[in-house]
């Protein structure tokens, strides 16, 4: 069955320091693989996708996540933490039938100045 | 543009009552989701209907009853409300045409409480 597992609940870090997020997947199938972040008391929104184009993949307010096959996973990076950051943070993989996402357990993000 | 629409927003149930959530999308979406919140669990998939006329369970179903009454809505009903349906409750639509490659766009989420 496919799963996601995200290793940390809360991971805090500075203003302007790196930010690592981590996600682990399991997959009888070539994966599709995704970020979503949550600001409170909001919907979720996607940061980024994975679909086999690329390993390194590009989202939304300068983050990225890189595919490693050979490690399972698809770890969220920014270069740099703002403020702003301080979210929930979920990975998800696409269900066998490719019908829904599982979503993992999620991150939560502080970033103090 | 609306999106995702839920309603309602917060709702405060007594066990044994019953209630129903609504989601509307209007993105022209073929599948739709219902899913969980909870504190330390992530988001767990309730049902969800791929296309229009189909429905399926999700990871956590039970207790739950769902209709994808059109395209555009798919409605969730707690028949006998349980204090462990305490929760927020999330829909969210997918174009549905790339399996597994779809993007989810979610509500803003219900937030139901069972005493």
């Known amino acids: 069955a496919q799963s996601v597992t995200q290793l940390g609940s809360h991971v805090s870090v500075s203003e302007g320091a790196l930010v690592l997020l981590r996600c682990n997947y399991s997959?009888?199938?070539?994966?599709?693989l995704f970020w979503y972040v949550q600001y409170p008391n909001q919907g979720l929104q996607l940061l980024l996708k994975y679909t086999s184009a690329a390993t390194l993949v590009k989202g939304i307010n300068g983050f990225e996540a890189e595919f490693k096959k050979s490690e399972t996973s698809f770890h969220l990076t920014k270069p740099s933490a703002h403020m702003s950051d301080a979210a929930e943070y979920f990975c998800?993989?696409?269900?066998?039938?490719?019908?829904?996402?599982?979503f993992g357990k999620g991150t939560t993000l502080s970033v103090s100045s | 543009n609306a999106g995702v629409t839920q309603t309602p927003k917060f709702q405060v149930l007594k066990t044994g009552q019953s209630m129903t959530l609504q989601c509307a999308q209007d993105m022209n979406h073929n599948s739709m989701y219902w899913y969980r919140q909870d504190p330390g669990m992530g988001l767990r998939l309730i049902y969800y209907?791929?296309?229009?006329?189909?429905?399926d369970k999700g990871e956590v179903p039970n207790g739950y009853n769902v209709s994808r009454l059109n395209k555009r809505e798919f409605s969730l009903r707690l028949e006998s409300a349980a204090p462990s349906q305490t929760s927020v409750y999330f829909c969210?639509?997918?174009?549905?045409?790339?399996?597994?490659?779809?993007?989810?766009?979610f509500g803003a989420g219900s937030r139901l409480t069972v005493l």
């Open positions: 969210a639509s997918s174009d549905g045409t790339v399996s597994g490659a779809n993007v989810l766009t």
């Open positions: 998800a993989v696409s269900n066998q039938a490719g019908t829904a996402l599982i």
């Open positions: 209907s791929a296309s229009e006329g189909t429905t």
């Open positions: 997959s009888s199938v070539p994966p599709y």
